[in-house]
């Protein structure tokens, strides 16, 4: 059992300093999905301070997860967390940029949820470490519901880009012939990719 008091502190230091972590709805849908698919190796790309990987990790005492950050702050905030909750053989968090990472082990789950902008990349990396029944799953496929948006309704030409990089995500996720995704409406928008039979 986690230590609802430290996750308590995580996610306040979260708010405070506007670290982005995952929303409850997606957290929830993660964890079950953790659960009840019997999901025991854990690759995430994204750490920020650690609460998704200590989340996943407290779904069960044989779950492991491997975690990269490449923000140095970010990334010695996590290891204190980690630390705090007692999960260092656990969790084996990586500091380094996820596309300079090579990984040897296979995994029955890849999260990916890092610089949006480079979903793609991130996923053509790592499926070569995802198991034949593995599942990849991203997070923010509404980025915020500015996916639905007409593009020219958004001011930002930074937000432009980026939302412009998300919908080329979705579609080289639904026209993936190895993959088949649902999209489901949870948290920020999940989408859940297994590979083709
Ligand atoms: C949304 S946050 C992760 C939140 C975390 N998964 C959670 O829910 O607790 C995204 C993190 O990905 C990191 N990041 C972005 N691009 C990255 C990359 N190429 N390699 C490693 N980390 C990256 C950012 O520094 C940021 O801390």
């Known amino acids: 059992?986690?230590?609802?008091?430290?996750?308590?502190?995580?996610?306040?230091?979260?708010?405070?300093?506007?670290?982005?972590?995952?929303?409850?709805?997606?957290?929830?849908?993660?964890?079950?999905?953790?659960?009840?698919?019997?999901?025991?190796?854990?690759?995430?790309?994204?750490?920020?301070?650690?609460?998704s990987a200590i989340m996943m990790c407290g779904v069960n005492s044989d779950i492991t997860v491997t975690t990269i950050e490449r923000d140095e702050k970010r990334y010695l905030e996590a290891v204190k967390n980690i630390k705090k909750m007692e999960l260092e053989d656990r969790i084996d968090l990586i500091y380094n940029d996820a596309l300079e990472v090579n990984l040897d082990g296979t995994y029955d789950l890849i999260f990916i949820d890092a610089a949006k902008a480079q979903n793609i990349k991130f996923f053509e990396k790592f499926e070569?470490?995802?198991?034949?029944?593995?599942?990849?799953?991203?997070?923010?496929?509404?980025?915020?519901?500015?996916?639905?948006?007409?593009i020219s309704e958004i001011e930002s030409r930074n937000l432009r880009q980026l939302v412009r990089k998300v919908k080329n995500y979705k579609d080289f996720l639904n026209y993936n012939e190895r993959y088949e995704t649902v999209f489901l409406d949870i948290g920020d928008g999940l989408a859940v990719s297994k590979k083709r039979k």
């Open 128 to 150: 070569n470490n995802l198991n034949d029944n593995g599942t990849i799953i991203t997070d923010n496929m509404n980025f915020h519901g500015l996916v639905d948006k007409e």
């Open 1 to 51: 059992m986690l230590n609802e008091n430290i996750i308590k502190q995580i996610r306040d230091y979260a708010d405070k300093n506007n670290v982005p972590i995952m929303m409850d709805e997606g957290i929830n849908y993660l964890t079950n999905y953790i659960l009840e698919n019997g999901v025991k190796r854990i690759l995430e790309v994204g750490t920020a301070i650690g609460y």
